[in-house]
Structures are given as structure tokens and as C-alpha cells.
């Protein structure tokens, strides 16, 4: 069974930074893509990000694209968000994902883990 694990979520004024990692434990996830997702208070989970085992294809929602940078870490068998200028509205609780299947998605239905998830709160 794989079990992924965020950190890094906290408190930032609007403008600031924060890194999030995820550690996948259980079994290697090296061939398959990670991504996160972020949900809102009162809102629907949304795509964040997502990355190919090598790093080759990247995939970011236009509303972070340019200010977040995925990337991750096969040795270390984690995936990591960087997160520069944020803004009130990336206010959320974010999770780390991968697929159980190799292949491209952004859709959540076709990630299989998850983690519990980190909250991020952005102070305007």
C-alpha cells in the first residue's frame, strides 16, 4: 500500500513563499505522475499540478501557472510544489496525489492515492 505524506503548509502574507513537499512510502512511485490538488472552503477540489516520472511533462491550472514550479525527487521518492507570490485566493487545503496506472491525467478520478493534506492560508 502506498501512503503519501504533505508538509510544509502554514500561514503567509499575500506575496510570500512556501514549499510543500510529499514523501511517498510503501512502494516506489518513480514510473508514475504526482500531482496536487487544492480545495477552498465551500469549494470543489481543484487541479494544481502535475509531473511525469522524469520531470519531462509538467502540467500547471492557469491560475497558478508562472508562480508555482512542481518537481520531484525519484531517489527520494517525493514530489515537491513550490509556491512564490501567493495570493488570498490560494487559500486551501492541498494534497499530494499519484497514479496507481502510468499515463497523463490532471483529473482527480484517476489518481488513486492521496495524502491528508496540508492547509495553506494566505493573509491579504
Known amino acids: 500500500q502506498v501512503r503519501l505524506v504533505e508538509s510544509g503548509g502554514g500561514l503567509v502574507q499575500a506575496g510570500g513563499s512556501l514549499r510543500l513537499s510529499c514523501a511517498a512510502t510503501g512502494r516506489t512511485l518513480r514510473s508514475n505522475i504526482m500531482g496536487w490538488f487544492r480545495r477552498a472552503p465551500g469549494k470543489e477540489r481543484e487541479f494544481v499540478a502535475a509531473i511525469s516520472w522524469n520531470g519531462g511533462w509538467t502540467y500547471y491550472a492557469e491560475s497558478v501557472k508562472g508562480r508555482f514550479t512542481i518537481s520531484r525527487d525519484n531517489g527520494e521518492n517525493a514530489v515537491a510544489l513550490q509556491m512564490n507570490d501567493l495570493k488570498s485566493e490560494d487559500t486551501a487545503a492541498y494534497y499530494c496525489?499519484?497514479?496507481?496506472?502510468?499515463?497523463?491525467?490532471?483529473?482527480?478520478?484517476?489518481?488513486?492515492?492521496w495524502g491528508q493534506g496540508t492547509q495553506v492560508t494566505v493573509s491579504s
Open positions: 496525489a499519484a497514479r496507481a496506472v502510468t499515463g497523463q491525467s490532471i483529473r482527480a478520478s484517476d489518481y488513486g492515492y
